[in-house]
T-cell receptor, first 114, second 115 residues
Framework: DTEVTQTPKHLVMGMTNKKSLKCEQH?????MYWYKQKAKKPPELMFV???????INESVPSRFSPECPNSSLLNLHLHALQPEDSALYLC?????????????FGSGTQLSVL | DQQVKQNSPSLSVQEGRISILNCDYT??????FLWYKKYPAEGPTFLIS?????DKNEDGRFTVFLNKSAKHLSLHIVPSQPGDSAVYFC??????????????FGIGTKLQVIP
């Protein structure tokens, strides 16, 4: 199994809603990532978890709250988002410790904030 | 500040010919470079990579060339096939303070291979 599975594929939410994005991998990877990609822009790193602990937070606003319940799961909790947060949210995973930093990406969640 | 630049937003090539996708970078601390391919409604998938200590890496129809002095890399696809039509992202790996690695992506080049 070389897949990273993300749900839901599409999400529409209001600015007062609370929602969660989910990501799952069964490749035994100990690093998991959230990236954000806006239209015609490159994916930008938001968070990195290694061994289920938050390692990197790229100055992401607190309305985005990541969670790593176990080594296979990664969540992104959303609350009080703004319309400019509308984007494709990509989850990725990779092995740790190797020289070859291959990221395995999920298909993403297309988020629209109204 | 865009550290990885792909200046061609799109490229059209005839089937069977060579596709050349270019990428420039500004950070001399990048130690590994990768190309990802993305189809619509899918996440990026890893294609090929090259270490900064090498100048060429080949995998089947795909070859990546690295010119460190020019801070330039290119992806060659020979022969191009219609199934290669996708967005290609150039990416570079660097090390953050604390020893954690970060991959920085370019904006992507949309390749269309015409049958």
């Amino acid at each position: 199994d070389t897949e990273v599975t993300q749900t839901p594929k599409h999400l529409v939410m209001g600015m007062t809603n609370k929602k969660s994005l989910k990501c799952e991998q069964h490749m035994g990877h100990r690093a998991m990532y959230w990236y954000k990609q806006k239209a015609k822009k490159p994916p930008e790193l938001m968070f990195v978890y290694s061994y289920e602990k938050l390692s990197i937070n790229e100055s992401v606003p607190s309305r985005f709250s990541p969670e790593c319940p176990n080594s296979s799961l990664l969540n992104l909790h959303l609350h009080a988002l703004q319309p400019e947060d509308s984007a494709l949210y990509l989850c990725a995973s990779s092995p740790l410790g190797g020289a070859n930093e291959k990221l395995f990406f999920g298909s993403g969640t297309q988020l629209s904030v109204l | 500040d865009q550290q990885v630049k792909q200046n061609s937003p799109s490229l059209s090539v005839q089937e069977g010919r060579i596709s050349i996708l270019n990428c420039d970078y500004t950070n001399s601390m990048f130690d590994y470079f990768l190309w990802y391919k993305k189809y619509p409604a899918e996440g990026p998938t890893f294609l090929i990579s090259i270490s900064s200590i090498k100048d060429k890496n080949e995998d089947g129809r795909f070859t990546v060339f690295l010119n460190k002095s020019a801070k330039h890399l290119s992806l060659h696809i020979v022969p191009s096939q219609p199934g290669d039509s996708a967005v290609y992202f150039c990416a570079a790996r660097g090390v953050l303070s604390g020893g954690y690695q970060k991959v920085t992506f370019g904006i992507g080049t949309k390749l269309q291979v015409i049958p």
